[in-house]
């Protein structure tokens, strides 16, 4: 890791934006637990926009080491572990799903 951007990444904002215009019902932040852990997107400002947001829209956030803060305010929070995985078989990793 290099430099932490000064502001928010571009595509947080335009999710807050969709999230206050109700433009979807469900969301989907894959890995967005880490830009956060990194400092890139603020926590607190996260956390107000869904504490906040209108509707009955559904997010759901992954990825590891989720802030306290995240946890604290979140509805749901699971932690997945893995039983059975096709590279356990040799399989090679396929785009869209493991990179």
Excluded: N, S
Excluded at 15 to 33: K, M, N, P, S, W
Excluded at 54 to 75: C, M
């Amino acid at each position: 890791m290099t430099t932490t951007p000064r502001r928010p990444p571009a595509g947080w904002a335009e999710i807050a934006r969709r999230l206050a215009a109700q433009q979807h019902g469900f969301y989907v932040l894959d890995e967005f637990t880490y830009p956060l852990k990194w400092g890139w997107v603020d926590v607190e400002e996260v956390v107000a926009v869904l504490v906040e947001r209108p509707g009955t829209q559904h997010v759901v956030i992954t990825g590891r080491d989720a802030p306290p803060r995240l946890i604290e305010a979140a509805d749901l929070v699971t932690e997945m572990t893995k039983i059975k995985h096709p590279m356990d078989a040799g399989r090679k990793g396929q785009k869209g799903i493991e990179w």
